[in-house]
Structures are given as C-alpha cells and as structure tokens.
C-alpha cells in the first residue's frame, strides 16, 4: 500500500513573504504589465532597470509564468552582480520560480546564496525550511536532516514549543524515509513529548500526525502492537476534530497495521470503514491507497474476483487523478503560451508607438530640413560642377576596381581548378585503397567459407560415426533375437525327445502284454533286460519331472509378462492423465501470467505509438514488461528472468511484485535506485545467502518525461541495454547497461548508474531480452546483434507496426527447420 506519511506540517511562507515585498507599495496591480514594459524599454541605466525586472518577474509569477519570471530575474541578478547591489530579493525569487518548474537543484542553489546573505531571522527560518523540502524532493535526506536541525535549534534557542514539536515530527519523517528508523523514533516520541507542554485544542492537529507518524515508524520495524496504540490515539484525535478525510486516512492507517500483523478480516474492514468515509466527500487520495489495500488482502486470501473488482477501481481512480493531472499541467503551459502571446503583443505595441514616436521626429525634421533646403539650393548649384566632376574620377576608379576584381576571379579560378585536380587524385587514391580493403575482404570471406566447410564435414563425419553406432546396436539386438530363437527350437526338440520316450514306452507294454506267455520261456532273458529297461524308466522319469519345472517355468514367466503389461497399461494411462493435468495447469498459469502484464489500453496511453514483441518458448515466459506512468512520469521495464517455462514464470511474478512494491508503494523514480533495492529484495526473497542459489534477472529500466518538444529519458540497465534513433540522424545508437545482474553473487564494487539523454519527439527507442538476437538457425548461427540493427535502420521511416511485421519476418525466416530456444521479448516506441 502506498504510504500517506505526512511531512512538513507548516505551510510554506515564502511565496507569500516575497510576494508582499513586491507588493508592498500596492502598485502591482495599478501598473500594468504595459506600463512596466514602456518604462523598461525607456529605462537606459542598468542599475534603474532592476526594481522594474523584479516587478515584471513578479507579475509573471503571479500569472505562474515561471520561465518567462526567471528571464527577467536572471537579467536582474546579473545587474546586481555587476553593480554590487543587495542580491536576496532577487535570489530568492529565482528560488520560487525554479522550484515552482520542478528544477530543485537551481532552486536549492539559489536558496543557499540566500542563506549567505545578511537576512532576518524569520526569513532565514523560511529559507532553511524551503531548503530541507527541496532536499527531501531530491531524496537527499542528509542534507534535509542537516537543514531541519537548524530549524529546530532556532526554535529550541526561542523556546517556540509548537514549533519545536513541528520540527521534531519533520525530523522522525527524515529519519525513517533516510532507514534510520531509531533515530525516527526518537524524534517522533520527542515530538510527542514536547507537544504535551501545548494545550491540546491548540496542537491536536500536530499531536495526530505524529501519533501517525510514531505508528509508521513502529510498523516499518515489525513492531505492530506499538504501532496500533498510537493509531488508536491519532484516530482518536480524528474523530474529535470531525474531519471525514483525516478519519478516513487514519483508517487506512490501522488497515494497514491488521493486514502486516496477519488479520485480513480485520484490515479490510478498516478499509471498508475509510472508504464508506471517503467516497461520499470523494476524497480520492484517501480511495486510492483503500482500494489498492483490500486489492492485495483479497488476493492473499486468494479471493481473486474482489481482489481483481478493487484493482480495477484502483487503477480506473488513480488513472483519473493522473489525468487530472495532466489536465492541470496542460492548463499551465497554455497559460505560459497565452503569457508568451500576451508579451509579444506588448512589445509590439511598444515597437509601434516607438515607431510613431519615431515618424513624428522625421517629419519635423523633414520641415526643418525643408527651410534649409532653400539656403542649400544655392550651395548645390555651385557644388553640381564639383559633383560631375568627383562623378567621372569615380567612374574611372569603378573601371579599375573592375579590371581588379577579374584578374583576382581568374586566379581563384585557377586555384579552383588546381584544388580539384587534388581532390581528384586523393579519391582515386580512396577508390583503390577500398578495391584493396575489399579483396582482403574477399579474401577472408574465402577462408570464412573454407572453415565452414571444414566444419560442415566434420559434421558429416560425426552424423556418419553416429549412424554406423546405431547399426552395431541393430546388430547386437538382431543377434540377442537369434539366440533366443535358438533357445525356443532346442526346447521344442527337448520336448519332442520327451513325447517319443513317452510314445515308445506304450509301445514296450503293448508288445508285452502280447508276450506275456513267451515270459516264463524268456524269464532268464527278462532278467538279464530288468536293469536295462529300470535304467530307461528312471531316465523317462527324470526327463518329464525336467519338462514339468520348464513349464512351471514358463508360466512363471508369463505371468510376470502379463504383470508388466498391465502395469506398463496402467502407467501409459497415468502418464496420459497427468500430462492433461500439466497442460491445464500451464495453460491456467499463462492467463494468470497475462493477466499480471500491463492493459494494452493502459500501455497505449502511457507510450503512444508503440509495439511489443512477446513469444514465451515454452507457454509462460520468463520475460515480462512492466510499463505505467506515475507521478507523471512514464516507466518503462523490460526484464528476462533466469530460466524459461514454469520456473521463469515464477520468476518473473516475483520480479513484477518487488517492482511494484519499490516503485508504487516506496515511491522509488530513480532507475539506478530501484536496481539496487531490487537487488536486495530479490536476495531476501529467495533467501540466497542461506540456500546459494543464483536466480535472478537482466533488466532495463527507462524513466521518460515528456517536456514540450522533447522526451528526456533517464535510463539504467542491469547487464540491458537501450538502443535508440534520434529523429533526423540515421544511426542507430546505443546506452549499455552496467555489466552486473540482479540476484545471486555480484560484485558489490560494480554500481548502477544512471544515465540521461535528451531525445526530439520523432525518436526511436528500442529495448529487450537477449532471446531475439541469440535465437539460432539450423546451422547454429544466431541471429546477431549486428543483423538486427541493420534491419532497425532499414525500417526506420515505416509505423512501428510495419517494423514489429518485418521483425518478425525476418525471424520465421532465420529459425526455420528449428525450434525457439529462449523466450523472446523486444519493444519499440516513437517518442
């Protein structure tokens, strides 16, 4: 959730306090803007023109023409440097204007001249305030702790103790944005402490907000408890003063406190409570931070439908209010163009009554020059001689100075002429030292091919070495069925022995059976044949015992066949059924992965003319986008995660969660910034100190502002770069990222920097993952950094969505015949 923390609690003076210096004779408003013009322009010493540019200055701020003020404020200041006169006035009216623009670093510097000055007190109180909230705008907390302990040390030495409070409570503020959050505490308990010596109807305002801002500091160091009673307190106090909005605020703050401590039931209906509050006084900076809350409670509970129902309203409200936003900056400039306009006229209605003013001094003298004019006709006559003469001595030096001049154009002429055959000799010098450069050239495309060639036939020879392997396998499983076909013909025979002893032993009973009477004749000779025909009983016997084992064998076997089978059934069918399952559920992750990427719609609005190449390899992506403006400045985020498919997928939500939550809820806008905390966040989210994995992402990251006629981009990448086409300029250009990723083991002595560059509207720029130029063909060749810059600048005049068509063209073509190797990613936008 965005924080609400309060800073200052006293209102800026010191708009008001000069203004009432320029005011104070209350001539503003009687001298028009014309009149200061006229009198300027009359005004001829420098030392006199500077109460008048102060007075125009003003006036424009007034109308907030802040860049037309500063040009008649610096004109000023230039004098009094000159002239040695007071600067303070002067200097600090810069201070306002530049600020009022947005330029904080000439503001400051203009501030800081005024603390060198000899000024009051009091003024000295409002320049040292100016000074701490400009630093904390730049986020330069030090120096803003630095500039509010004087504050508090004017004050302690006065013994002011509303103000004292005040600036104790803008010191716990400046301590816990600077992470210093025991120092924050102590300043926000001192704040309290010493707001207990004022009466509380005076100071329960002041007492709320530091309640509030006791409670921030407690929550931020997880000690929830703490934080609770000091909400209870502030919302007390609310509810005394009757003010909707505030009480509606301090909701959100306990809404915040049930959601960190793991109460949702409870967070979110604090937040109902605020937003019952809010909505009928339309509070929307109050809506804003309730909606974005109950969105992440729900989602925690896994309640998506109203999780998604107050995302909606979060994004639709905060949508509104940028474009409020806009509205109001779109107001401002017009008024600078009106105020442009207005001065314009004005200096040319000053032009046009100098130039009546001016007519009016010819014609008078035109009549004095006419009264001469009788005295001069006399005068005329008798120098007309003297003219005709002077006439023909100038004709004749005009004839020379003309034979002169010839003579000069025909030596030039020459030089020319020698000049060009120079140029001529030192091109066709060029001309053959290119011929030569490209047969080098020639020559090592030639070599280039040979190794290719070389290559290929290695190749050959490995697919030919691997092919003659699969045949020695075919073999060897050809011989092992020889065998086993062996292994059955022996065991038919084994059992055909078997069935002709059987036959044959039927056969000797039969034939004795008929010989029964011949056996007491041949007795002896039965006898003599006992042993022999015991012998072969016993050799039938253990031969049939051998083929009952055989058969026990074989069925033995054929149940565990028949086992197999089925269970190698069952497996082919559970193999069927958790495919199903994998494909639903990957296809159930990429609408969840879709649904975290910006709308198109929102992407429109921010970019404008844009497109966005987005090919995940295996369903889900590991790349993702991140694009929205805040605070009226556009982001712009293309990242590729470690990894591809399901586990990149992970990944990239994380990433997108720890970007939102750097960038929308600490109101992070400096890219190189957000890198580092990235960095950290990644590390403690996937706990890569205790368990040494290496996950992480390349990024880049571009802040774009738009000014009138220009878009300054401040840009920094985490091993990304940015490559962009300046409009009128056919080059293709490019801002390399820092050599350092995010997450795992990095080089802590290797920093993100930021990067500025100004680009006209009309601009290219592109950025991406690195699955565009490293996917490959079916010889293994990537496509190559060097190719796709080519094809930028040969498409460089045509929409961006005919560049996306060739983009893609270009790659069907390069990867036909094989697969997509890495999830791809590549956006362009015209500026």
């Not at 009477?517 to 007795?523: D, H, Y």
């Not at 774009?704 to 990304?720: D, P, R, T, W, Y």
């Amino acid at each position: 959730m965005t924080s609400i923390t309060i800073y200052f609690l006293r209102k800026t003076l010191l708009l008001w306090v000069f203004i009432g210096t320029l005011c104070a004779t209350g001539s503003l408003h009687a001298q028009n803007l014309n009149q200061l013009l006229i009198q300027l322009d009359k005004t001829k010493q420098p030392v006199a023109k500077v109460p008048l540019l102060q007075q125009i200055g003003g006036a424009y701020q007034q109308q907030s023409a802040h860049k037309k003020a500063i040009e008649y404020f610096e004109t000023a200041h230039q004098i009094e440097k000159q002239n040695k006169l007071p600067l303070t006035r002067t200097l600090k009216s810069l201070g306002y204007s530049f600020k009022q623009l947005g330029n904080y670093r000439q503001a400051i510097q203009h501030f800081e001249e005024v603390l060198q000055t000899n000024i009051e007190k009091d003024e000295r109180l409002d320049i040292l305030e100016e000074l701490a909230t400009l630093h904390k705008h730049e986020k330069n907390y030090a120096k803003a702790i630095e500039y509010t302990s004087q504050i508090l040390a004017i004050h302690q030495n006065s013994n002011d103790i509303p103000k004292i409070a005040n600036a104790y409570n803008n010191l716990g503020y400046l301590y816990k944005k600077a992470d210093n959050q025991q120092k924050s505490l102590e300043s926000y308990n001192q704040a309290l402490t010493v707001g207990q010596k004022v009466s509380p109807a005076m100071n329960a305002n002041a007492r709320a907000i530091a309640y509030i801002n006791t409670g921030v500091a407690y929550t931020s160091i997880g000690k929830y408890r703490e934080a609770r009673s000091y909400y209870i307190k502030a919302l007390d106090m609310r509810e005394k003063q009757g003010k909707p909005a505030e009480i509606a605020d301090t909701y959100n703050y306990l809404a915040v406190y049930y959601y960190l401590s793991g109460n949702n039931s409870k967070a979110i209906a604090q937040a109902n409570k605020a937003i019952d509050l809010a909505e009928p006084i339309k509070a929307e900076k109050v809506l804003v931070s309730s909606y974005k809350l109950l969105s992440e409670v729900y989602q925690q509970e896994k309640a998506f439908e109203e999780s998604q129902k107050y995302f909606k309203k979060h994004q639709e409200l905060k949508d509104k209010m940028a474009r409020q936003q806009r509205v109001a900056q779109q107001k401002l400039l017009q008024k600078q163009v009106d105020v442009e306009k207005q001065e314009s006229k004005l200096k040319a209605l000053i032009a046009e009554r100098n130039r009546k003013e001016a007519e009016l001094k010819q014609s008078e003298l035109e009549r004095k020059q006419q009264q001469q004019a009788l005295k001069l006709k006399e005068q005329e006559l008798a120098l007309l001689k003297r003219n005709q003469e002077l006439q023909q001595e100038q004709f004749k030096n005009q004839r020379l100075e003309k034979e002169r001049v010839e003579q000069l154009l025909a030596l030039a002429e020459q030089k020319a002429n020698t000049e060009k055959q120079k140029r001529l000799a030192e091109k066709q010098k060029a001309i053959a030292e290119q011929r030569r450069r490209e047969a080098e050239k020639q020559k090592l495309v030639a070599a280039k091919e040979k190794a290719e060639r070389m290559q290929q036939s290695k190749a050959l020879e490995a697919a030919q070495k691997e092919k003659e392997l699969q045949q020695e396998q075919l073999k060897q499983e050809k011989t092992l069925r020889k065998y086993g076909t062996i292994l059955l013909i022996l065991g038919a025979l084994l059992l055909g022995f078997v069935l002709f002893a059987f036959i044959a032993s039927q056969r000797g009973r039969r034939k004795l059976k008929q010989q029964k009477e011949e056996i007491a004749t041949q007795n002896e000779e039965l006898q003599q044949n006992h042993e022999e025909i015991m012998s072969q009983r016993d050799f039938i016997e253990k031969k049939n015992k051998e083929m009952e084992f055989t058969n026990s064998k074989l069925r033995q076997s054929e149940h565990v066949l028949r086992k197999a089978y089925e269970q190698l059934k069952e497996s082919e069918e559970s193999i069927k059924e958790k495919n199903s399952q994998i494909h639903k559920s990957i296809t159930a992750a990429q609408t969840i992965q879709q649904a975290i990427l910006p709308y198109h719609k929102n992407v429109e609005t921010a970019l404008g003319e844009h497109f966005i190449m987005y090919a995940p390899k295996d369903v889900v992506s590991g790349d993702f986008y991140w694009i929205k403006e805040v605070q009226g400045k556009v982001f712009l985020i293309a990242a590729d995660c470690t990894g591809h498919g399901v586990p990149g997928a992970f990944m990239s939500m994380i990433g997108k969660a720890l970007i939102d939550k750097l960038i929308l809820i600490k109101d992070l806008l400096e890219p190189a910034e957000i890198l580092h905390k990235l960095h950290d966040e990644i590390k403690m989210a996937l706990r890569q100190e205790e368990t040494g994995n290496n996950n992480g992402m390349d990024l880049v990251i571009l802040r774009l502002e738009h000014l009138e006629n220009q878009v300054n981009i401040m840009f920094a990448g985490a091993k990304s770069s940015m490559y962009y086409i300046e409009k009128g300029i056919t080059e293709l250009q490019v801002l390399k990222g820092d050599r350092r990723s995010i997450g795992g083991y990095q080089n802590d002595e290797i920093l993100f920097n930021n990067q500025q560059i100004t680009l006209p509207k009309g601009s290219l720029i592109y950025v991406g993952s690195d699955g565009f130029v490293d996917q490959n063909n079916v010889r293994r060749r990537s496509f190559g950094n060097k190719r796709l810059n080519k094809l930028l600048l040969d498409n460089m005049d045509e929409p961006l969505s005919k560049q996306k068509q060739a983009l893609e063209e270009a790659l069907k073509a390069h990867m036909e015949g094989t697969t997509q190797r890495d999830d791809i990613l590549f956006i362009g936008v015209k500026l």
